[in-house]
């Protein structure tokens, strides 16, 4: 089966800057998830989604970032302005409906941004 | 909520030599634990998975984890490392079925030939 597709790979802009993010997740995968992971940390949640509707958004920094599922299949995840403290990989994965905890997920190989 | 926590941020082992990661874990029941590896430039990958059952798992690539609930721990081993096993490793847990995962802050692996 095909993976977990994001793009860009990398984006480069410069602060105050707007960016978005693409994901389509693996077929039949309701939940989909976008995660940061800044250089020497681990991925932290920003968003949950189930089909097209939010299931956890609490550490999504809503001043600045926003996302959507709108067909409850394809996902972007914008930052708009964009701060230096941005800079990071954003990873998406999806799961099957219910199982992300217990089967984990698949994730896709991450858009690294860097804000200058 | 649930924490994980990897306590070595970096480890060097020389090529054959054995391997052992460390995660320990803060929940109050049985989490849904995993372990993760990540290449440089690559999204992660799913070594193994515990929840219940044997407490001895195996994964790919030929690692395993055992579950120690007195211990709060989930730690990865591997008899003999491989130049191709350096990379970064993520301990995750998960309260329930549908729910997200929370990563430790990782290790990173390094292996001397």
């Known amino acids: 089966e095909a993976g977990v597709a994001q793009s860009p790979r990398y984006k480069i802009i410069e602060k105050r800057q707007s960016v978005a993010f693409w994901c389509n997740p693996i077929?039949?995968?309701?939940?989909l998830y976008w995660y940061q992971q800044i250089l020497g940390q681990g991925p932290k949640l920003l968003i949950q989604?189930?089909?097209?509707?939010?299931?956890?958004d609490s550490q999504l920094p809503k001043d600045r970032f926003s996302a959507e599922r709108l067909k409850g299949v394809d996902s972007t995840l914008k930052i708009q302005p964009a701060k230096l403290e941005d800079s990071a990989v954003y990873l998406c994965?999806?799961?099957?409906?219910?199982?992300?905890?217990?089967?984990?997920?698949?994730f896709g190989s991450g858009t690294r941004l860097t804000v200058v | 909520a649930q924490s994980v926590t990897q306590p070595d941020i970096h480890i060097t082992v020389s090529e054959g030599a054995s391997l052992e990661l460390r995660c320990n874990y803060s929940?109050?029941?049985?989490?849904?634990l995993f372990w993760y590896v990540q290449s440089p430039g690559q999204g992660l990958q799913l070594l193994l998975k515990?929840?219940?059952?044997?407490?001895l798992v195996q994964g790919i690539k030929g690692f395993e984890a055992e579950f120690k609930r007195s211990q709060s721990s989930f730690n990865l081993r591997k008899p003999s490392v491989h130049w191709s096993d350096a990379a970064e490793y993520f301990c995750?847990?998960?309260?329930?079925?549908?729910?997200?995962?929370?990563f430790g802050g990782g290790t990173r692996l390094m292996v001397k030939p």
């Open positions: 994965a999806s799961s099957l409906a219910g199982t992300g905890a217990a089967y984990g997920y698949t």
């Open positions: 077929s039949g995968h309701a939940t």
């Open positions: 989604f189930q089909n097209n509707g939010v299931v956890d």
């Open positions: 929940y109050g029941a049985t989490p849904y």
């Open positions: 515990y929840f219940s059952g044997d407490t």
């Open positions: 995750a847990v998960g309260v329930n079925a549908g729910n997200m995962l929370t």
